[in-house]
């Protein structure tokens, strides 16, 4: 059996249960290199193989989990955060399904929660944002031309950018082009829940001159929106004059 694990945004203590378990049970770890927390390989035993993914190819990576099945280990697949986004998962469970390999997924808490944990924010605030635009700059992996950044800046919604911390000079350029006002809000936050985390509060023409003023090259999520100014409508959830399928609206919150 091969489990894909999600490993958690960071810390330690964030990992699932179900995920700390099927760790401390695997006899081969495959984990995703530098990305993953190494503190989260002491839950393994001692007989367990460990292998860096960051050296290794896709193919170098089934082999290791057709011949630890083989022999019917027990196989881990250690990914970041959750292994949902930009986890490189497809392709690996589409060769163990030709394969009939069984496998399954245990998620994980993804950055993008741990970055909104770090600035304390809630991404889908009332008359500001009820949409969260997760994404990326194209780089050396290309973006189709329907999700750029400047296409998707049109929606103003909450954004939360993976894997764009080098690129910042032109998302600055692609945000604003798009729609985005060059005051909204913005934050880098590099390495959310790690032990080193760090957040930078600026505005969108700011994203560049902040990071390269702190020496943040990678590692890093960027959250653009109005979301980050303090803003926004109260919930209608718990407003008293809000009916719902367990509470009734008062006549006097209504005059709230």
Not at 39 to 67: F, G, R
Not at 85 to 96: H, N, V
Request: aromatic content about 8%; hydrophobic content about 40%; charged content about 25%.
């Amino acid at each position: 059996m091969i489990d894909f694990v999600g490993a958690g945004s960071g810390a330690v203590d964030l990992i699932t249960v179900r995920g700390q378990r099927l760790l401390r049970d695997a006899d081969v770890i495959i984990y995703a290199g530098s990305l993953v927390n190494p503190e989260l390989l002491k839950e393994k035993k001692e007989s367990c193989n460990v292998y860096n993914s960051a050296h290794m190819t896709l193919e170098e990576v089934i082999d290791v989990m057709t011949e630890a099945e083989g022999k019917g280990e027990r196989v881990v697949r250690l990914h970041t955060g959750d292994p949902s986004i930009y986890g490189a998962i497809k392709e690996q469970m589409d060769i163990l399904e030709q394969k009939g390999i069984p496998y399954e997924i245990c998620p994980g808490v993804s950055s993008f929660c741990g970055a909104a944990a770090a600035l304390k924010a809630e991404y889908t605030l009332p008359g500001i944002s009820q949409s969260v635009i997760i994404t990326r700059m194209e780089g050396r992996t290309p973006v189709p031309e329907k999700e750029s950044i400047r296409a998707f800046a049109a929606h103003q919604a909450t954004m939360v950018l993976f894997l764009s911390t080098s690129l910042l000079e032109e998302l600055e350029k692609e945000l604003i082009a798009g729609g985005y006002a060059p005051n909204t809000p913005a934050a880098i936050v590099y390495k959310a829940t790690w032990p080193e985390e760090k957040v930078f509060h600026c505005t969108i023409d700011r994203l560049f001159q902040t990071a390269k003023r702190e020496n943040i090259t990678k590692t890093a999520l960027i959250v653009v929106g109005d979301i980050l100014n303090g803003t926004y409508d109260r919930s209608l959830l718990y407003h008293p004059a809000f009916t719902t399928e367990f509470r009734q609206g008062t006549e006097e919150g209504r005059d709230e």
